[in-house]
């Protein structure tokens, strides 16, 4: 099975400042196809998850511009621009490409300071 | 606009079983893979089940295996998980998601495993 490894396990920031959260895989997620299917979703207290990217880099229509993805291989970053008081909760790395099973990471809390 | 009901879950002893049902309207059904995911309280989020378009392929996680399993009614746009021999470990609330992509979930229904 693929681990996926996430890091910090928490991040405080201050609003208007950037974040930025890294996600490791134990081996190489290009699959097959030559797709990358590492997704990124963020869950508020008591809500449900949400996607917010998914192939690395491509962010879902509801999502605010200040969310980015990137990165390649094992090694992947979901980027927060200028944190607003809305983005706090956990954000949850996701791998796709290698599958039974589909495999998240641990989880990032994000808070603020 | 995408929705997902889930409902079904409860408190069920050890041994015990239970169906969860899920809901969807807002997309075409019958033409999207769906999965299961669950959530065990203060915990992260792990996959359990999905199935594709007709019914054809199910898969699971190794934990589940043989006493879960994944099902649907496309007439009625519904999904289904039916657990049994149920464990404490199975506490967890349940999503049901779209794909395997998991781009809309729903609310979740919480699983207790208890005696």
């Known amino acids: 099975d693929v681990v996926m490894t996430q890091s910090p396990l928490s991040l405080p920031v201050t609003l208007g400042q950037p974040a930025s959260i890294s996600c490791r895989s134990s081996?190489?997620?290009?699959?097959?196809?030559?797709?990358?299917?590492l997704n990124w979703f963020h869950q508020r207290p008591g809500q449900s998850p949400r996607r917010l990217i998914y192939?690395?880099?491509y962010r879902d229509s509801w999502v605010p511009d200040r969310f980015s993805g990137s990165g390649s291989g094992t090694d992947f970053t979901l980027n927060i621009s200028r944190v607003e008081a809305e983005d706090v909760g956990v954000y949850y790395c996701?791998?796709?490409?290698?599958?039974?099973?589909?495999?998240f990471g641990g989880g990032t809390k994000v808070e603020i300071k | 606009e995408v929705q997902l009901v889930e409902s079904g879950g409860g408190l069920v002893q050890p041994g015990g079983s239970l169906r969860l049902s899920c809901a969807a309207s807002?997309?075409?059904?019958?033409?999207?893979?769906m999965s299961w995911v669950r959530q065990a309280p203060g915990k992260g989020l792990e996959w359990v089940a999905n199935?594709?378009?007709?019914?054809?392929?199910?898969y699971y996680l190794d934990s589940v295996k043989g006493r879960f399993t994944i099902s649907r009614d496309d007439a009625r746009n519904s999904l289904y998980l039916q657990m049994n021999s149920l464990r404490d470990e199975d506490t967890a609330v349940y999503y049901c998601?779209?794909?395997?992509?998991?781009?809309?979930w729903g609310q979740g229904t919480m699983v207790t495993v208890s005696s």
């Open positions: 998601a779209t794909r395997r992509a998991f781009d809309f």
């Open positions: 807002g997309f075409a059904f019958s033409t999207w893979w």
């Open positions: 199935i594709k378009q007709d019914g054809s392929e199910t």
């Open positions: 081996q190489s997620l290009v699959n097959s196809d030559g797709n990358t299917y």
């Open positions: 192939k690395v880099s």
């Open positions: 996701m791998q796709g490409s290698h599958w039974p099973p589909v495999t």
